[in-house]
């Protein structure tokens, strides 16, 4: 599986980004998409899933400002980010697996990070 993040940029303090994360090659027809991130000096932080099922998490900084969903667009999942704050600004990575317990992830698959940069 790859997965391509993008929709990165460079946004005042209010404004909306959406994140994708396009998923191709060896596909799954029931995975979970995780969004994370990680600021400078800072460890990776979980954000949001969308899980097989197609209920959604979030942690609780990022609740009522994004909206994680799949696009109709057959293995695309986006992150709606709005109300955006400096806090957020952070390299954005998506993650692939189709099952989790614990530690262990299956078909685990990391895509390339996308900037989020959010001015004040």
């Known amino acids: 599986v790859q997965l391509q993040a993008s929709g990165g940029g460079l946004v005042q303090a209010g404004g909306s980004l959406r994140l994708s994360c396009a998923a191709s090659?060896?596909?799954?027809?029931?995975?979970?998409i995780g969004w994370y991130r990680q600021a400078p000096g800072k460890q990776r932080e979980l954000v949001a899933t969308?899980?097989?099922?197609?209920?959604?998490n979030y942690v609780d900084s990022v609740k009522g400002r994004f909206t994680i969903s799949r696009g109709s667009a057959k293995y695309t999942v986006y992150l709606q980010m709005n109300s955006l704050k400096p806090e957020d600004t952070a390299v954005y990575y998506c993650?692939?697996?189709?099952?989790?317990?614990?530690?262990?992830?299956?078909?685990?698959?990391w895509g390339q990070g996308t900037q989020v940069t959010v001015s004040s």
């Open positions: 993650r692939h697996y189709t099952y989790y317990s614990g530690t262990y992830y299956q078909d685990d698959y």
């Open positions: 090659g060896r596909t799954f027809r029931s995975y979970a």
């Open positions: 969308i899980n097989n099922d197609d209920s959604t």
